[in-house]
């Protein structure tokens, strides 16, 4: 069964304090890992996706990365508005069938001033 | 901000009634999914809609079923509503084959 687990749960970070988040995922094939924000009461914000372990990308002060059992999301200097949920979600290899994403629970981040 | 707009943006209903909920996906968009949310989890996958047919179910009774239209749009159909059926609806746009998905702002449903 494909599975998607987000470490840790919650994090509070002081502004410009790095961290990283972490997703360790298991799928019968993966065909991409992806990346959201989430705000409150909002729908999720793409942020980036990786097909292939050795892979990163970059988007202002966040950096993903993807080994071939997990992904880690780096934040470098936070601010406060990068407060919020991230999402962590794969998308498994299906021939003619759907391209659903699998979604973790996600790591509540808030980044005091 | 994306271009997948759902409708409406909250709704109240009550245990056993039906609801209909709306999506407008992205131009350029040929594949929608639907996806419910519960507070403090992850999005869980119902359907997807490709080509007008269902193409793909998560875990969801029939009650659950949807529509894509030719234009690409889509609609959540969700029968004798429970209250477990309270959530955050989201709709997200893809292109098949695609490197992305957006998803809207989201529906929140209240079953009370």
């Known amino acids: 069964e494909d599975q998607v687990t987000q470490s840790p749960e919650a994090l509070r970070l002081q502004e410009g304090e790095s961290s990283s988040l972490n997703c360790s995922y298991t799928v019968s094939g993966l065909r991409g890992l992806f990346w959201y924000r989430q705000d409150p009461g909002k729908g999720p914000e793409f942020l980036f996706t990786?097909?292939?372990a050795g892979e990163e990308k970059e988007k202002e002060r966040l950096k993903a990365t993807l080994t071939k059992k997990e992904s880690f999301l780096h934040i470098t200097a936070p601010k406060p508005e990068d407060s919020a949920t991230y999402l962590c979600a794969v998308q498994p290899f299906a021939q003619g069938g759907s391209e659903k994403l699998v979604f973790g629970k996600g790591t509540k981040l808030t980044v005091n001033p | 901000e994306t271009g997948v707009t759902q409708s409406p943006t909250h709704l109240i209903k009550t245990r056993g009634q039906q609801v209909t909920l709306r999506c407008s996906s992205q131009s350029g968009h040929n594949t929608v999914s639907w996806y419910q949310q519960a507070l403090g989890q992850g999005p869980q996958f119902i359907f997807q809609y490709y080509r007008e047919e269902e193409n793909g179910r998560g875990n969801f009774p029939p009650r659950f079923s949807g529509l894509q239209f030719p234009n690409y749009s889509s609609e959540l159909n969700v029968n004798a509503l429970e209250l477990d059926d309270s959530a955050l609806y989201l709709c997200a746009s893809s292109f098949r084959g695609g490197t992305e998905a957006f998803f809207g702002q989201g529906t929140r449903l209240t079953v009370v």
């Open positions: 990786l097909y292939s």
